[in-house]
């Protein structure tokens, strides 16, 4: 029996997986510069059995069965749900986890950057951009 679970739980779990493998990409890195030579060019046995993007979000989206792009609006939605949340506005909290139980998560970045004003809209954009979604 396969298990279902919902966009906010993947989102999570995405988050989780992307810092594990941000952490992995940072010692293969470490090692192929210490390697050095041939094994810096993928001569060796430190290269890994990556996929051809080996990207630490594509990959951990590929844990998750869903792809990159589609993890980072999640884990931008949810982050926006959980500041709803703690803020109080419970109806743009709603509204936002019906678009992803009912829509997809385009539906609700759409909502998202619709709904904030111009600056944070930037900024938020900005940390998407880069990777870092911290407040």
Known sequence: MAVTYCYRVI???FKHLK?????LAKKRKAE????GGKARHGDSSLAENLPPSSDARDLAAAQLGISGKTA??????????DQAD??????RAAELRDALN???????????????PPKEKL???N???SGNNAA
Do not use: C, N
């Open 123 to 125: 900024l938020s954009l």
């Open 19 to 23: 810092r594990i493998e941000t952490a």
């Open 102 to 116: 009912t829509k997809s998560a385009s539906a609700a970045i759409g909502l998202v950057q619709k709904k904030t």
């Open 86 to 91: 703690v803020a109080g506005d419970t109806k």
């Open 32 to 35: 192929g510069q210490k390697a």
């Open 11 to 13: 989102a999570r779990e």
């Open 72 to 81: 980072e609006k999640l884990e931008a939605v949810v982050d926006v749900i």
């Open 127 to 129: 940390r998407m951009a």
